[in-house]
């Protein structure tokens, strides 16, 4: 039984169903959404476009505080799970559906894989960081994105023999997808200005911004937006905004930062439409871990608004590099990357498009020889 439950899930979920349900596999696979995330146009930008089957079965959760949340996709997924009977439970990343599930299917006795394992920020103030640590501890089995993960659960006192380094299937995803991306041209076809942006001598970047820690402090955000308005009249940048950012930006009082015809705000896009955005920029602005990745698989550099990551290949090997909130450092940060194109980077270890594959490989080595036991 594989976990989905919110948008960061569902590109990392899509490769392993592929694999799952390929002619080379003999396993069987149940495709369980939590509803922690959805909307009929989410459906559109991802189940669609990245391939991924319609879910075997909908907990409709929805929205809640991470505790009311957590405590509803249980209650809803135990009976489900006592129906299924299903020989393990996949959970991806780090979202609540990723600890709620886990923690039932782990409590009755059923294995858990956790894809995405290992990852550490070690900064407890981010949900994501308590989820992770918990998820590891109670899973059977840890598919590493990166070597220093390793290290990480080891450290956490996890059995070697838990582990395995396979690749990172967000990598899966982009490399099937690629060649679908959408162009910056036409996804800016109705901006007047359009031509600002797409100017193949200055470039455009792009900019996300969605973490409580950046958007819910005012001043946090004020001093942001106000950095990022002085960015944009040397680098005009594309702005899909996230509706909560949006919220918080007019409950702040910020707007008057985005008045100007050098940032331009997009309703959020699509997985085709982002990839292509992200893939033509000059530099890409972010406090997503996923854009992280994507930017170095990409080569394209990547300013990250944030103190920490929890990817740290990104920084020692890709293209990535940790600013914070500061506006000293975004700004040299930029103007390094204006100068000099920023950080070449490479692209990790086994970020190759097969993550998904042998992840699958040694799922059913291992239900082979639990059933030989």
């Known amino acids: 039984m594989c976990i989905v439950g919110a948008r960061p899930n569902f590109m990392k979920i899509a490769p392993i169903m592929a694999a799952l349900r390929s002619e080379q596999c003999h396993l069987d696979a149940f495709l369980l959404h939590t509803g922690q995330h959805y909307d009929k146009s989410m459906k559109h930008c991802f189940f669609d476009q990245l391939g991924i089957p319609v879910p075997d079965m909908d907990l409709e959760v929805g929205s809640g505080s991470h505790a009311v949340q957590t405590a509803e996709i249980m209650q809803r ?67 590493l994105t990166e070597k220093s993960a390793h290290e990480n659960l080891l450290r956490e006192g996890i059995d070697d023999s838990r582990i395995h380094f396979v690749g990172n299937v ?115 602005l972010t406090d997503s871990g996923g854009i992280q990745e994507e930017t170095t698989a990409l080569g394209v550099p990547c300013i990250t608004l944030r103190e920490n990551t929890e990817r740290p290949i990104t920084v020692d090997e890709g293209t990535n590099t940790i600013v914070g909130t500061d506006p000293v450092k975004i700004r040299a940060a930029f103007d390094n990357v204006m100068q000099t194109g920023g950080k070449a980077g490479k692209v990790p270890e086994l970020w190759d498009g097969k993550a998904a594959v042998r992840i699958v490989e040694v799922m059913e080595k291992w239900l082979t020889d639990n059933q030989r036991h």
């Open 77 to 143: 997924f135990e009976p489900v799970l006592d129906e299924v009977k299903p020989a393990m439970v996949l959970v991806v990343g780090d979202v609540n559906s990723t600890i709620a599930c886990a923690l039932v299917a782990t409590k009755k006795g059923i294995p858990v894989v956790h894809v995405e394992a290992g990852l550490r920020s070690y900064d407890r103030d981010m949900p994501e960081e308590v989820n992770r640590v918990l998820t590891d501890q109670i899973s059977d089995m840890h598919f």
């Open 170 to 284: 967000m990598i899966d995803t982009l490399k099937n997808n690629l060649s679908k991306a959408v162009t910056p041209e036409q996804i800016l076809s109705e901006i007047p200005n359009k031509a600002v942006f797409l100017n193949s001598k200055t470039g455009y970047g792009v900019l996300t911004l969605h973490r409580p820690s950046n958007v819910d402090n005012p001043e946090v955000l004020a001093r942001l937006l106000e950095t990022l308005n002085e960015i944009s009249k040397t680098l005009p940048l594309v702005f899909p905004i996230h509706p909560r950012t949006a919220q918080k930006i007019k409950e702040s009082g910020c707007e008057k930062y985005l008045d100007t015809d050098r940032i331009i705000q997009l309703a959020p896009l699509a997985y085709h439409e982002m990839l292509g955005l992200n893939s033509k920029a000059r530099l890409v």
